[in-house]
């Protein structure tokens, strides 16, 4: 006589345990995102490097060795912070990277002009371009 083989059921994982493990695999495919994407930005700069004063939209993007002259970490793109120009201090959202001399740059957008900025400042490229000597150390 031949039995009915039966099958165990499915095991369910609970929801919450199944949102960490997904959260889990959606950071180790952004962490191989930046990594594939930092890989791809050297190889770049091997063959076509990046000049000076010339925006990036990511560090991976400038050439190697760069120097920052501030004790705070190097702000992320979108960030807001104080930039100390000819004694004024303004607010600025950073922009992208650059770099000049050896330093690394802010490229940034002023949200406020001070009042003895002059229209002529502008007008250059390397206006919206801060170093980390420049921006105001957050007390």
Excluded: C
Aim: aromatic share 6%; hydrophobic share 40%; charged share 20%.
């Amino acid at each position: 006589m031949k039995t009915a083989q039966t099958f165990r059921p499915a095991r369910r994982i609970p929801a919450a345990r199944l949102a960490v493990i997904r959260a889990a695999s959606a950071a180790k495919a952004q962490a191989r995102e930046e990594a594939w994407q930092a890989r791809q930005d050297a190889l770049e700069q091997l063959t076509n490097p990046t000049p000076e004063f010339e925006p990036a939209p990511r560090l991976t993007m400038l050439p190697g060795g760069l120097h920052w002259s501030n004790q705070a970490p190097v702000p992320a793109i979108g960030a807001t912070v104080t930039v100390n120009r000819d004694g004024h201090q303004e607010r600025a959202e950073v922009k992208g990277y650059t770099h000049a001399a050896g330093f690394l740059g802010l490229v940034t957008e002023t949200t406020h002009h001070a009042k003895t900025a002059s229209r002529r400042k502008r007008i250059t490229p390397r206006a919206g371009v801060v170093f980390g000597s420049q921006l105001t150390l957050a007390a």
